[in-house]
Nanobody
Framework: QVQLTESGGGSVQAGGSLRLSCAASGRSFNTYAMAWFRQAPGKEHEWVAATTWSGTSTYYANSVKGRFTISRVNAKNTLYLQMNSLKTEDTAVYYC????????????????WGQGTQVTVSS
């Protein structure tokens, strides 16, 4: 079992950058596919990015491709999301999620979730 804790959210102006972290407890992190989702007010969860257990393959939603980078350091049990060129529409609560299965883009495919961290981008 894995417990996930996000950090690094905050308020930033459009065009700025933030780096989110997701610390994992448990010994299985390095075998789990991991992803970032986000949920804006009044909207459904949106898949943002995902990576395989090794980190060698990464996948992005079209809305963040070229601006966000997902990465992981298994030795530190940590997942990251580097967010550059932030836009007001990136404002949301960001969640990290993990699964012992393969990489997916659907919320139901992920078994473990963090509590979320707020990202607010102002114009």
């Amino acid at each position: 079992q894995v417990q996930l804790t996000e950090s690094g959210g905050g308020s930033v102006q459009a065009g700025g950058s933030l780096r989110l972290s997701c610390a994992a407890s448990g010994r299985s992190f390095n075998t789990y596919a991991m992803a970032w989702f986000r949920q804006a007010p009044g909207k459904e969860h949106e898949w943002v990015a995902a990576t395989t257990w090794s980190g060698t393959s990464t996948y992005y939603a079209n809305s963040v491709k070229g601006r966000f980078t997902i990465s992981r350091v298994n030795a530190k049990n940590t997942l990251y999301l580097q967010m550059n060129s932030l836009k007001t529409e990136d404002t949301a609560v960001y969640y990290c999620a993990g699964t012992p299965g393969g990489v997916g883009t659907i919320r139901a495919e992920y078994e473990y979730w963090g509590q979320g961290t707020q990202v607010t981008v102002s114009s």
